[in-house]
């Protein structure tokens, strides 16, 4: 499978302060990749070091064989929703058409009957078209995710990128999410940040842990095991990692 996202020795930097050092990464074609990593270790930083929303200070990176920002319209991004604000008042059926603007900032919001068709499309794929014209406060977590990746979705991406889509969801709603990404993992490399390790090694092809500095990227296996200690001690090199004590040590228990 061809590398689609290739981050050679990057360090980012909000001023003076390094958020991610030294990072080497490379996702391929087709790929599910789960980042894992406690809050603060720069999950969402390298999802916008993806996205050329934040530059590499040091280091060298490429996606799709090209600069990030100019390879953001093959991009999807749900960001984490914590973010959203959930109060403006737009229906669902303008949040997802949204996602034609790919992140430009327009005044002039105006649509082609086939912008509409395509976005109907996708909202009846992930089953929310029957929400089109609610506001989006009228929604529940499970709901406003599904149209967060809808918006994702409509400029049909060759990339997926996720910053915890299941946070504040319920057991059923996060399986429903992840078997829904499952299905798009088909035809489109899933990058996804999550702190649900437990359900994650069972859906992601890829793990990689991050604190700053990249202390783990392997193959996600069914029960596989972190060493308790390994941001601490990244000399420890991981070939068991417990999740159970993992999320209990790092998220104090999900
Ligand atoms: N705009 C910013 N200006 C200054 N520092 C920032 C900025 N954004 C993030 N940081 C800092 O960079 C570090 C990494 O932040 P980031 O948001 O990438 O972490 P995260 O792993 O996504 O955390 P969380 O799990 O809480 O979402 C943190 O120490 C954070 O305070
Ligand atoms: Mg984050």
Do not use: W
């Amino acid at each position: 499978m061809k590398d689609i996202i290739e981050i050679s020795e990057v360090s980012v930097y909000y001023d003076k302060f390094c958020a991610l050092n030294n990072i080497n990464l490379k996702v391929s074609e087709k790929e599910f990749l789960a980042i894992l990593g406690p809050n603060g270790g720069g999950k969402s930083t390298l999802l916008k070091l993806i996205l050329g929303f934040k530059d590499a200070k040091v280091g060298k990176i490429k996606v799709l064989n090209d600069k990030p920002k100019d390879a953001r319209k093959s991009i999807g991004y749900v960001p984490q929703s914590s973010k959203f604000d959930k109060e403006f008042p737009i229906n669902v059926e303008d949040v997802v058409l949204m996602g034609k603007l790919n992140n430009k900032v327009s005044p002039f919001l105006k649509f082609t009957n086939k912008d509409r068709e395509e976005a109907y499309e996708v909202m009846k794929k992930l089953g929310i078209y029957r929400l089109k014209d609610r506001q989006i406060g009228q929604l529940s977590g499970g709901q406003l995710q599904r149209v967060l990746i809808a918006r994702a979705l409509v400029l049909q991406p060759k990339i997926l990128l996720l910053d915890e889509p299941t946070a504040s969801l319920d057991a059923q709603a996060k399986l429903d999410i992840y078997n829904l990404l499952r299905e798009l993992n088909q035809n489109i490399t899933i990058v996804l940040v999550t702190h649900d390790i437990e359900i994650i090694s069972n859906y992601a092809t890829n793990i990689v842990c991050i604190n700053k500095e990249l202390y783990y990227y392997g193959k996600a296996k069914k029960g596989i095991e972190i060493n308790m200690n390994f941001f601490q001690n990244p000399t420890n090199f991981i070939d068991h990692i417990n999740t159970e004590q993992y999320s209990n040590t790092l998220y104090g228990g999900i």
